[in-house]
Protein backbone atom coordinates (compact mmCIF):
# COMPACT_ATOMS: atom_id res chain seq x y z
CA UNK A 1 0.00 0.00 0.00
CA UNK A 2 1.76 3.12 -1.13
CA UNK A 3 1.04 5.90 1.35
CA UNK A 4 -1.31 8.96 0.45
CA UNK A 5 0.89 11.75 2.56
CA UNK A 6 4.19 10.39 0.05
CA UNK A 7 1.95 10.99 -3.01
CA UNK A 8 0.95 14.51 -2.12
CA UNK A 9 4.73 15.47 -0.84
CA UNK A 10 6.26 13.59 -4.30
CA UNK A 11 3.22 15.66 -6.22
CA UNK A 12 4.55 18.85 -4.64
CA UNK A 13 8.22 18.08 -5.69
CA UNK A 14 7.54 17.46 -9.07
CA UNK A 15 5.50 20.36 -9.43
CA UNK A 16 8.56 22.75 -8.07
CA UNK A 17 10.69 20.56 -10.60
CA UNK A 18 8.53 20.72 -13.67
CA UNK A 19 8.33 24.70 -13.30
CA UNK A 20 11.58 25.20 -12.52
CA UNK A 21 14.16 22.44 -14.15
CA UNK A 22 14.50 22.25 -17.81
CA UNK A 23 14.55 18.22 -18.66
CA UNK A 24 18.52 17.41 -19.45
CA UNK A 25 17.57 15.45 -22.96
CA UNK A 26 15.36 18.99 -24.07
CA UNK A 27 18.75 21.24 -22.50
CA UNK A 28 21.18 18.81 -24.57
CA UNK A 29 18.99 19.13 -28.18
CA UNK A 30 18.36 22.75 -27.36
CA UNK A 31 22.44 23.11 -26.90
CA UNK A 32 22.86 21.54 -30.30
CA UNK A 33 20.63 23.90 -31.77
CA UNK A 34 22.20 26.57 -30.72
CA UNK A 35 25.75 25.41 -31.70
CA UNK A 36 24.37 25.64 -35.53
CA UNK A 37 22.06 28.32 -35.36
CA UNK A 38 22.93 31.05 -37.59
CA UNK A 39 20.45 33.33 -37.99
CA UNK A 40 21.38 36.91 -35.85
CA UNK A 41 18.62 36.93 -34.18
CA UNK A 42 17.75 33.48 -33.46
CA UNK A 43 21.25 32.79 -31.91
CA UNK A 44 20.79 35.74 -29.64
CA UNK A 45 17.15 33.58 -28.24
CA UNK A 46 18.91 30.74 -27.70
CA UNK A 47 21.72 31.79 -26.08
CA UNK A 48 18.97 34.33 -23.72
CA UNK A 49 17.14 30.73 -23.18
CA UNK A 50 20.13 28.93 -22.35
CA UNK A 51 21.39 31.70 -19.69
CA UNK A 52 17.72 31.62 -18.82
CA UNK A 53 17.67 27.99 -17.60
CA UNK A 54 20.64 28.44 -15.64
CA UNK A 55 18.87 31.73 -14.13
CA UNK A 56 15.95 29.55 -12.87
CA UNK A 57 17.86 26.57 -11.76
CA UNK A 58 20.26 29.23 -9.36
CA UNK A 59 17.60 31.24 -7.91
CA UNK A 60 15.15 28.11 -7.62
CA UNK A 61 12.44 29.99 -10.09
CA UNK A 62 10.40 29.16 -12.47
CA UNK A 63 12.00 29.33 -16.19
CA UNK A 64 8.63 30.79 -17.61
CA UNK A 65 6.27 33.47 -16.12
CA UNK A 66 3.74 31.74 -18.13
CA UNK A 67 3.83 28.48 -16.23
CA UNK A 68 1.64 26.53 -17.83
CA UNK A 69 -1.86 24.62 -17.02
CA UNK A 70 -0.43 21.87 -14.69
CA UNK A 71 -1.70 17.91 -15.44
CA UNK A 72 -0.82 14.97 -14.45
CA UNK A 73 -0.73 11.42 -15.94
CA UNK A 74 -0.78 8.36 -13.41
CA UNK A 75 0.70 5.15 -14.61
CA UNK A 76 0.23 2.16 -12.02
CA UNK A 77 1.40 -1.32 -12.30
CA UNK A 78 -1.10 -3.95 -11.95
CA UNK A 79 -0.96 -4.50 -8.64
CA UNK A 80 -0.36 -1.16 -6.52
CA UNK A 81 -2.82 0.13 -4.42
CA UNK A 82 -3.22 3.99 -2.97
CA UNK A 83 -3.96 4.43 0.78
CA UNK A 84 -7.61 5.69 0.30
CA UNK A 85 -7.92 4.57 -2.64
CA UNK A 86 -8.27 6.80 -6.10
CA UNK A 87 -10.54 9.40 -4.68
CA UNK A 88 -7.74 9.69 -2.39
CA UNK A 89 -5.08 9.72 -5.21
CA UNK A 90 -7.08 12.55 -6.93
CA UNK A 91 -7.56 15.18 -4.19
CA UNK A 92 -3.59 14.67 -3.22
CA UNK A 93 -2.93 16.09 -6.52
CA UNK A 94 -5.23 18.64 -6.90
CA UNK A 95 -3.77 19.96 -3.79
CA UNK A 96 -0.25 19.20 -4.58
CA UNK A 97 -1.19 21.70 -7.35
CA UNK A 98 -3.00 23.96 -5.39
CA UNK A 99 0.22 24.08 -2.84
CA UNK A 100 2.88 24.43 -5.34
CA UNK A 101 0.90 27.38 -7.42
CA UNK A 102 1.04 29.36 -4.11
CA UNK A 103 4.42 28.05 -2.87
CA UNK A 104 6.72 28.25 -6.03
CA UNK A 105 4.97 30.25 -6.84
CA UNK A 106 3.02 29.40 -10.14
CA UNK A 107 0.99 31.69 -12.48
CA UNK A 108 -2.35 30.51 -11.37
CA UNK A 109 -3.37 29.99 -14.96
CA UNK A 110 -6.97 27.98 -14.87
CA UNK A 111 -9.90 30.37 -14.90
CA UNK A 112 -13.87 29.12 -15.31
CA UNK A 113 -13.94 29.46 -19.43
CA UNK A 114 -17.02 31.77 -19.73
CA UNK A 115 -17.45 33.55 -15.96
CA UNK A 116 -13.53 33.89 -16.04
CA UNK A 117 -13.51 33.03 -12.22
CA UNK A 118 -10.15 32.30 -10.58
CA UNK A 119 -9.22 30.40 -7.93
CA UNK A 120 -5.24 31.56 -7.87
CA UNK A 121 -4.33 27.79 -7.56
CA UNK A 122 -4.63 26.43 -11.04
CA UNK A 123 -7.45 24.11 -9.63
CA UNK A 124 -11.25 24.03 -10.87
CA UNK A 125 -13.57 22.14 -12.93
CA UNK A 126 -11.53 19.17 -14.59
CA UNK A 127 -8.37 20.93 -13.44
CA UNK A 128 -5.79 19.79 -13.57
CA UNK A 129 -6.80 16.57 -15.98
CA UNK A 130 -5.54 13.43 -14.00
CA UNK A 131 -4.95 10.54 -16.75
CA UNK A 132 -4.74 6.97 -16.15
CA UNK A 133 -2.37 4.28 -17.49
CA UNK A 134 -1.80 0.13 -16.22
CA UNK A 135 1.11 -1.76 -17.05
CA UNK A 136 1.45 -5.55 -16.44
CA UNK A 137 3.18 -5.75 -13.12
CA UNK A 138 4.67 -3.82 -10.54
CA UNK A 139 3.42 -2.79 -7.06
CA UNK A 140 4.70 0.95 -8.05
CA UNK A 141 3.17 4.13 -8.97
CA UNK A 142 4.24 6.89 -11.33
CA UNK A 143 3.55 10.33 -10.97
CA UNK A 144 3.98 12.47 -14.12
CA UNK A 145 3.53 16.16 -14.11
CA UNK A 146 2.89 18.38 -17.39
CA UNK A 147 2.76 21.62 -17.40
CA UNK A 148 1.74 22.76 -21.08
CA UNK A 149 1.47 26.29 -22.58
CA UNK A 150 -2.39 26.32 -23.35
CA UNK A 151 -2.92 28.98 -26.17
CA UNK A 152 -0.90 28.10 -29.13
CA UNK A 153 0.89 25.26 -31.21
CA UNK A 154 -1.96 22.50 -31.48
CA UNK A 155 -4.37 21.80 -34.86
CA UNK A 156 -5.94 18.99 -36.16
CA UNK A 157 -7.20 17.89 -39.30
CA UNK A 158 -9.49 15.16 -40.55
CA UNK A 159 -6.76 13.48 -43.41
CA UNK A 160 -7.98 10.63 -45.91
CA UNK A 161 -5.96 7.73 -46.88
CA UNK A 162 -5.68 9.01 -50.65
CA UNK A 163 -3.72 12.15 -48.86
CA UNK A 164 -0.99 10.08 -48.49
CA UNK A 165 2.12 10.98 -46.77
CA UNK A 166 2.68 13.19 -48.88
CA UNK A 167 -0.75 15.15 -47.75
CA UNK A 168 0.61 14.09 -44.12
CA UNK A 169 3.88 16.57 -44.86
CA UNK A 170 1.76 19.44 -46.18
CA UNK A 171 -0.19 19.68 -42.93
CA UNK A 172 2.60 19.07 -40.89
CA UNK A 173 4.74 21.98 -42.50
CA UNK A 174 1.20 24.43 -42.65
CA UNK A 175 0.95 23.62 -38.85
CA UNK A 176 4.97 24.48 -38.41
CA UNK A 177 4.32 28.26 -40.36
CA UNK A 178 1.40 28.64 -38.55
CA UNK A 179 2.95 27.61 -35.29
CA UNK A 180 6.06 29.76 -35.89
CA UNK A 181 4.91 33.32 -36.75
CA UNK A 182 5.93 35.68 -34.65
CA UNK A 183 7.43 32.46 -32.67
CA UNK A 184 3.65 32.34 -30.80
CA UNK A 185 4.23 28.59 -30.29
CA UNK A 186 7.69 29.07 -28.39
CA UNK A 187 9.86 27.29 -30.87
CA UNK A 188 12.29 25.28 -31.12
CA UNK A 189 10.41 22.54 -29.42
CA UNK A 190 9.24 19.31 -29.24
CA UNK A 191 6.96 18.05 -32.00
CA UNK A 192 4.32 15.64 -31.18
CA UNK A 193 2.33 13.97 -33.77
CA UNK A 194 -0.92 12.03 -33.76
CA UNK A 195 -1.97 9.58 -36.47
CA UNK A 196 -5.55 7.82 -36.47
CA UNK A 197 -7.34 7.19 -33.44
CA UNK A 198 -10.73 9.08 -33.39
CA UNK A 199 -10.47 12.55 -33.07
CA UNK A 200 -9.96 13.10 -29.61
CA UNK A 201 -7.49 10.36 -29.39
CA UNK A 202 -6.03 11.44 -32.15
CA UNK A 203 -5.27 14.80 -30.33
CA UNK A 204 -4.09 12.73 -27.22
CA UNK A 205 -2.15 11.06 -28.90
CA UNK A 206 -0.15 14.08 -30.15
CA UNK A 207 -0.08 15.76 -26.99
CA UNK A 208 1.60 12.74 -25.61
CA UNK A 209 4.01 12.18 -28.11
CA UNK A 210 5.18 15.94 -27.86
CA UNK A 211 4.90 15.68 -23.82
CA UNK A 212 5.13 12.02 -22.67
CA UNK A 213 8.31 11.33 -25.25
CA UNK A 214 12.10 12.71 -24.33
CA UNK A 215 14.21 14.11 -27.27
CA UNK A 216 16.05 10.90 -29.52
CA UNK A 217 13.94 8.45 -28.53
CA UNK A 218 12.18 6.66 -31.66
CA UNK A 219 8.64 4.49 -32.03
CA UNK A 220 9.11 1.23 -31.72
CA UNK A 221 7.81 0.47 -35.37
CA UNK A 222 11.30 1.22 -37.61
CA UNK A 223 9.40 2.63 -40.39
CA UNK A 224 7.68 5.21 -38.00
CA UNK A 225 10.85 5.60 -36.23
CA UNK A 226 12.17 6.59 -39.86
CA UNK A 227 9.34 9.18 -40.94
CA UNK A 228 10.56 10.96 -37.27
CA UNK A 229 14.24 11.39 -38.31
CA UNK A 230 12.65 12.57 -41.62
CA UNK A 231 10.07 15.01 -40.25
CA UNK A 232 12.39 16.64 -37.84
CA UNK A 233 14.88 17.43 -40.75
CA UNK A 234 11.72 19.09 -42.72
CA UNK A 235 10.49 21.14 -39.93
CA UNK A 236 14.18 22.13 -39.79
CA UNK A 237 14.70 23.16 -43.15
CA UNK A 238 11.22 25.46 -43.32
CA UNK A 239 14.43 28.75 -42.82
CA UNK A 240 13.00 29.25 -39.97
CA UNK A 241 14.11 29.55 -36.32
CA UNK A 242 13.20 31.05 -32.99
CA UNK A 243 10.54 33.74 -32.28
CA UNK A 244 9.94 32.85 -35.98
CA UNK A 245 12.97 35.19 -36.89
CA UNK A 246 15.56 33.60 -40.03
CA UNK A 247 16.84 30.09 -38.61
CA UNK A 248 17.22 26.70 -38.94
CA UNK A 249 16.08 25.26 -35.49
CA UNK A 250 12.41 25.02 -35.28
CA UNK A 251 12.32 21.11 -34.83
CA UNK A 252 14.25 20.43 -31.69
CA UNK A 253 12.79 16.59 -31.75
CA UNK A 254 9.61 14.99 -33.63
CA UNK A 255 7.64 11.98 -32.17
CA UNK A 256 5.12 10.65 -33.95
CA UNK A 257 2.30 8.24 -31.79
CA UNK A 258 -0.17 6.16 -34.09
CA UNK A 259 -3.89 4.28 -33.05
CA UNK A 260 -6.19 2.73 -35.03
CA UNK A 261 -8.40 4.83 -36.80
CA UNK A 262 -11.65 4.51 -39.05
CA UNK A 263 -11.09 2.61 -42.58
CA UNK A 264 -11.94 6.07 -44.28
CA UNK A 265 -10.00 8.49 -42.97
CA UNK A 266 -5.89 9.14 -41.62
CA UNK A 267 -7.03 11.74 -38.52
CA UNK A 268 -3.72 13.68 -37.89
CA UNK A 269 -2.82 15.83 -35.18
CA UNK A 270 0.41 18.51 -34.86
CA UNK A 271 1.18 19.67 -31.29
CA UNK A 272 4.55 21.68 -30.41
CA UNK A 273 5.76 21.29 -26.97
CA UNK A 274 7.75 24.69 -25.40
CA UNK A 275 10.77 25.85 -24.94
CA UNK A 276 10.60 25.63 -21.59
CA UNK A 277 9.37 21.57 -22.09
CA UNK A 278 8.41 21.34 -17.95
CA UNK A 279 8.11 17.44 -17.17
CA UNK A 280 9.14 16.02 -14.21
CA UNK A 281 8.50 12.01 -13.01
CA UNK A 282 8.51 10.29 -9.71
CA UNK A 283 8.39 6.34 -9.28
CA UNK A 284 6.81 5.48 -5.98
CA UNK A 285 6.81 2.00 -4.54
CA UNK A 286 5.09 0.91 -1.65
CA UNK A 287 8.08 0.57 1.07
CA UNK A 288 8.60 4.53 0.35
CA UNK A 289 11.10 4.69 -2.01
CA UNK A 290 10.95 7.93 -4.05
CA UNK A 291 13.03 7.67 -7.65
CA UNK A 292 12.92 10.80 -9.59
CA UNK A 293 13.49 10.47 -13.41
CA UNK A 294 12.72 12.93 -16.41
CA UNK A 295 11.93 10.28 -18.67
CA UNK A 296 7.89 9.58 -18.55
CA UNK A 297 8.43 6.20 -20.73
CA UNK A 298 4.66 6.31 -21.04
CA UNK A 299 5.11 4.53 -24.66
CA UNK A 300 5.76 1.26 -23.72
CA UNK A 301 5.01 -2.44 -25.94
CA UNK A 302 1.73 -2.71 -23.44
CA UNK A 303 0.49 0.37 -24.19
CA UNK A 304 0.90 0.13 -28.08
CA UNK A 305 0.00 -3.50 -28.30
CA UNK A 306 -2.15 -4.81 -31.21
CA UNK A 307 -3.62 -7.93 -30.22
CA UNK A 308 -6.41 -8.82 -27.61
CA UNK A 309 -4.68 -10.57 -24.78
CA UNK A 310 -1.36 -9.19 -23.05
CA UNK A 311 0.97 -12.47 -23.06
CA UNK A 312 3.79 -11.19 -21.22
CA UNK A 313 5.81 -14.47 -21.31
CA UNK A 314 5.32 -14.97 -24.96
CA UNK A 315 6.43 -11.35 -25.82
CA UNK A 316 9.58 -11.88 -23.66
CA UNK A 317 10.40 -14.86 -25.21
CA UNK A 318 10.37 -13.22 -28.68
CA UNK B 1 27.17 36.52 -37.73
CA UNK B 2 26.76 40.05 -35.42
CA UNK B 3 25.57 40.60 -32.28
CA UNK B 4 23.09 42.55 -31.71
CA UNK B 5 22.93 46.51 -30.21
CA UNK B 6 22.35 46.51 -26.54
CA UNK B 7 20.51 49.85 -24.93
CA UNK B 8 19.34 51.08 -21.43
CA UNK B 9 16.12 52.72 -21.61
CA UNK B 10 14.08 54.73 -18.77
CA UNK B 11 10.11 53.36 -18.59
CA UNK B 12 9.85 57.38 -19.02
CA UNK B 13 11.59 57.30 -22.28
CA UNK B 14 12.31 60.84 -23.75
CA UNK B 15 10.94 61.19 -27.82
CA UNK B 16 14.77 60.95 -28.73
CA UNK B 17 15.55 57.56 -27.01
CA UNK B 18 12.37 56.59 -29.06
CA UNK B 19 13.72 57.53 -32.10
CA UNK B 20 16.84 56.22 -32.23
CA UNK B 21 15.96 52.67 -31.38
CA UNK B 22 16.41 50.26 -34.19
CA UNK B 23 14.73 46.95 -35.49
CA UNK B 24 16.30 44.40 -33.38
CA UNK B 25 18.16 46.44 -30.73
CA UNK B 26 18.40 44.26 -27.22
CA UNK B 27 17.27 46.69 -24.60
CA UNK B 28 17.12 46.65 -20.93
CA UNK B 29 14.77 48.53 -18.82
CA UNK B 30 15.28 50.76 -15.49
CA UNK B 31 12.16 52.23 -13.99
CA UNK B 32 8.14 51.52 -13.06
CA UNK B 33 6.29 49.19 -15.62
CA UNK B 34 2.79 48.15 -15.07
CA UNK B 35 1.30 44.83 -16.22
CA UNK B 36 -2.03 45.30 -18.33
CA UNK B 37 -3.99 43.11 -20.42
CA UNK B 38 -7.57 42.13 -21.33
CA UNK B 39 -9.35 42.92 -17.40
CA UNK B 40 -7.21 46.13 -16.89
CA UNK B 41 -8.45 46.80 -20.20
CA UNK B 42 -11.88 46.11 -19.66
CA UNK B 43 -12.17 47.71 -16.36
CA UNK B 44 -10.59 50.65 -17.13
CA UNK B 45 -11.91 51.46 -20.43
CA UNK B 46 -14.87 49.82 -20.85
CA UNK B 47 -15.95 50.01 -17.04
CA UNK B 48 -14.61 53.66 -16.75
CA UNK B 49 -12.80 52.87 -13.37
CA UNK B 50 -10.21 55.84 -12.37
CA UNK B 51 -6.75 53.84 -13.16
CA UNK B 52 -4.82 53.76 -9.82
CA UNK B 53 -1.58 55.30 -11.18
CA UNK B 54 -0.58 58.16 -12.76
CA UNK B 55 0.00 57.77 -15.95
CA UNK B 56 2.80 58.38 -17.92
CA UNK B 57 4.46 60.50 -15.19
CA UNK B 58 4.99 57.11 -12.92
CA UNK B 59 5.54 55.13 -16.05
CA UNK B 60 4.87 54.53 -20.08
CA UNK B 61 5.83 50.90 -20.19
CA UNK B 62 2.43 49.00 -20.61
CA UNK B 63 3.86 45.18 -20.30
CA UNK B 64 1.34 42.01 -21.20
CA UNK B 65 1.69 40.02 -18.85
CA UNK B 66 0.93 38.29 -15.67
CA UNK B 67 3.09 37.34 -13.37
CA UNK B 68 3.92 33.94 -11.48
CA UNK B 69 3.76 35.72 -8.19
CA UNK B 70 1.95 35.46 -4.77
CA UNK B 71 0.55 38.12 -2.38
CA UNK B 72 1.83 37.13 1.55
CA UNK B 73 -0.28 36.96 3.90
CA UNK B 74 1.37 40.01 5.37
CA UNK B 75 0.79 41.79 2.07
CA UNK B 76 3.91 41.50 0.60
CA UNK B 77 4.50 40.29 -2.29
CA UNK B 78 6.94 37.53 -3.81
CA UNK B 79 7.55 37.13 -8.01
CA UNK B 80 8.87 34.76 -9.20
CA UNK B 81 9.46 34.30 -13.38
CA UNK B 82 7.82 37.58 -15.35
CA UNK B 83 6.75 36.62 -19.31
CA UNK B 84 4.82 38.45 -21.61
CA UNK B 85 1.80 37.17 -23.14
CA UNK B 86 0.36 37.77 -26.94
CA UNK B 87 -0.28 41.27 -28.03
CA UNK B 88 -2.26 40.71 -30.61
CA UNK B 89 -4.98 40.15 -28.58
CA UNK B 90 -5.35 43.61 -27.35
CA UNK B 91 -5.43 45.47 -30.38
CA UNK B 92 -9.17 45.78 -29.51
CA UNK B 93 -8.20 48.28 -26.77
CA UNK B 94 -4.74 49.46 -26.97
CA UNK B 95 -5.26 52.58 -29.49
CA UNK B 96 -7.34 54.38 -26.82
CA UNK B 97 -5.20 52.82 -23.81
CA UNK B 98 -2.59 54.63 -25.91
CA UNK B 99 -4.13 57.19 -25.80
CA UNK B 100 -5.53 58.04 -22.55
CA UNK B 101 -2.03 57.09 -20.90
CA UNK B 102 0.29 58.35 -23.26
CA UNK B 103 1.89 55.01 -22.85
CA UNK B 104 5.20 54.84 -25.34
CA UNK B 105 6.66 51.05 -24.80
CA UNK B 106 4.20 48.50 -25.25
CA UNK B 107 5.88 45.45 -23.66
CA UNK B 108 4.82 42.16 -24.85
CA UNK B 109 4.62 38.86 -27.12
CA UNK B 110 4.67 38.17 -30.89
CA UNK B 111 4.20 42.21 -31.75
CA UNK B 112 1.41 43.72 -33.48
CA UNK B 113 0.88 44.75 -37.05
CA UNK B 114 2.50 47.35 -39.44
CA UNK B 115 -0.77 48.34 -39.94
CA UNK B 116 -1.26 48.76 -35.88
CA UNK B 117 2.57 50.55 -35.87
CA UNK B 118 1.47 53.35 -38.49
CA UNK B 119 -2.14 53.79 -36.97
CA UNK B 120 -1.62 54.56 -32.92
CA UNK B 121 2.03 53.51 -32.48
CA UNK B 122 3.61 56.50 -34.61
CA UNK B 123 1.10 59.19 -33.99
CA UNK B 124 1.71 58.85 -30.60
CA UNK B 125 5.14 58.26 -30.45
CA UNK B 126 5.14 54.82 -29.15
CA UNK B 127 7.13 51.60 -30.03
CA UNK B 128 6.77 47.82 -29.77
CA UNK B 129 9.19 45.74 -27.60
CA UNK B 130 9.09 41.94 -27.97
CA UNK B 131 10.28 39.82 -24.81
CA UNK B 132 12.57 36.91 -25.72
CA UNK B 133 12.54 33.19 -26.37
CA UNK B 134 9.84 33.28 -25.43
CA UNK B 135 9.91 32.88 -21.93
CA UNK B 136 13.59 34.30 -20.68
CA UNK B 137 11.07 34.25 -17.55
CA UNK B 138 14.08 33.57 -14.46
CA UNK B 139 15.90 36.47 -16.46
CA UNK B 140 13.51 39.23 -16.42
CA UNK B 141 12.58 38.23 -13.08
CA UNK B 142 16.05 39.09 -11.69
CA UNK B 143 15.15 42.30 -13.02
CA UNK B 144 12.39 43.09 -11.09
CA UNK B 145 13.77 45.24 -7.92
CA UNK B 146 10.78 45.78 -6.38
CA UNK B 147 6.96 44.73 -6.61
CA UNK B 148 5.82 48.11 -6.02
CA UNK B 149 1.90 47.74 -5.54
CA UNK B 150 -0.47 45.37 -7.22
CA UNK B 151 -4.50 47.24 -8.21
CA UNK B 152 -7.48 45.39 -8.64
CA UNK B 153 -6.42 41.70 -7.87
CA UNK B 154 -9.37 41.75 -5.65
CA UNK B 155 -11.88 42.36 -8.82
CA UNK B 156 -9.90 40.70 -11.50
CA UNK B 157 -7.60 37.85 -9.91
CA UNK B 158 -3.53 37.40 -9.68
CA UNK B 159 -3.44 36.65 -13.19
CA UNK B 160 -5.29 39.34 -14.54
CA UNK B 161 -4.36 42.07 -11.91
CA UNK B 162 -2.50 45.69 -12.56
CA UNK B 163 1.18 44.98 -11.07
CA UNK B 164 3.44 47.77 -10.74
CA UNK B 165 6.96 46.33 -10.42
CA UNK B 166 10.26 48.27 -10.52
CA UNK B 167 12.67 47.66 -12.88
CA UNK B 168 16.47 47.34 -13.09
CA UNK B 169 18.00 46.26 -16.21
CA UNK B 170 15.39 44.54 -16.69
CA UNK B 171 15.57 42.55 -19.67
CA UNK B 172 16.09 41.20 -22.48
CA UNK B 173 13.67 43.11 -24.71
CA UNK B 174 14.14 43.20 -28.75
CA UNK B 175 12.78 46.20 -30.53
CA UNK B 176 9.91 45.14 -32.92
CA UNK B 177 8.88 48.16 -34.17
CA UNK B 178 9.93 51.90 -35.13
CA UNK B 179 8.89 55.32 -35.66
CA UNK B 180 8.59 54.27 -39.35
CA UNK B 181 5.94 51.99 -37.93
CA UNK B 182 8.31 48.96 -39.62
CA UNK B 183 7.51 45.46 -37.97
CA UNK B 184 10.49 43.18 -37.61
CA UNK B 185 8.15 39.71 -37.19
CA UNK B 186 7.02 41.38 -40.56
CA UNK B 187 10.36 41.63 -42.34
CA UNK B 188 11.74 38.35 -41.12
CA UNK B 189 8.44 36.55 -42.69
CA UNK B 190 9.13 38.38 -46.03
CA UNK B 191 12.61 36.92 -45.70
CA UNK B 192 11.53 32.91 -45.04
CA UNK B 193 8.35 33.17 -47.27
CA UNK B 194 10.76 33.23 -50.19
CA UNK B 195 12.45 30.11 -49.40
CA UNK B 196 9.47 28.41 -48.23
CA UNK B 197 7.84 26.95 -51.57
CA UNK B 198 10.94 24.63 -52.11
CA UNK B 199 9.94 22.81 -48.61
CA UNK B 200 6.73 22.56 -50.32
CA UNK B 201 7.73 20.71 -52.90
CA UNK B 202 6.24 17.57 -53.67
CA UNK B 203 3.64 18.02 -50.92
CA UNK B 204 -0.38 18.33 -52.33
CA UNK B 205 -3.09 20.40 -50.18
CA UNK B 206 -5.91 17.82 -48.73
CA UNK B 207 -8.87 16.44 -50.80
CA UNK B 208 -11.17 17.94 -48.10
CA UNK B 209 -11.09 21.66 -47.29
CA UNK B 210 -11.83 23.42 -44.54
CA UNK B 211 -13.76 26.30 -44.59
CA UNK B 212 -12.17 29.68 -44.89
CA UNK B 213 -8.80 28.32 -45.52
CA UNK B 214 -5.70 30.07 -46.31
CA UNK B 215 -3.33 28.37 -48.94
CA UNK B 216 -1.31 31.61 -49.00
CA UNK B 217 1.93 31.14 -47.12
CA UNK B 218 3.44 34.92 -47.20
CA UNK B 219 -0.18 35.48 -44.90
CA UNK B 220 0.71 37.04 -41.51
CA UNK B 221 -1.20 35.05 -38.76
CA UNK B 222 -2.10 37.81 -36.67
Known amino acids: ?318 | MSAPREVRLSTTPTNEAIADLRLGDVVYLDGLMYTAREGVYMRALEEKANIPMELPGQSAANFHCSPAARINADGSFDMGAVTATASFRFAKWLPEWIAKTGAKLIVGKGGMTSKDYKEYFVPNGAVYLSTVGYGTGALLGRGVENVEAVHWNEELGLAQAMWVIKCNKMGPFIVASDMNGECLFERENAKIAQNVARVYEGTKPAVLKRYGESDDRTDEVI
Not at chain 1, 162 to 179: E, N, P, T, V, W
Not at chain 1, 187 to 201: F, H, R, T, V
Not at chain 1, 271 to 290: E, K, N, T
Open chain 1, 1 to 318: MIPISLIQSTAEDLMDKAAIEIPQDYLDGLQRAARTEDGDLSAFVLKAMLENYAAAKEDRRAMCGDTGVPRWFVKMGNDATVEGGMIALEAALRRATANATNGVPLRPNRVHPLWRTDHDNNVGIGAPEIEYGFEPEGEWIDLITVHKGGLFGTDYRMLFPSDGIQGIKRFYLDSLMAFGKRGLACQPAIIGIGLGGSKDICMTLGKRASTLRVVGSRNSDPRIAEMEDEFKELGNSIGMGAMGFVGKNMVIDCNIEVGYCHTGGMPMSVHAFCLSSRRAVARIFPDGRVEHRTDPDWFTDYQRRETIDWEPVREAAE
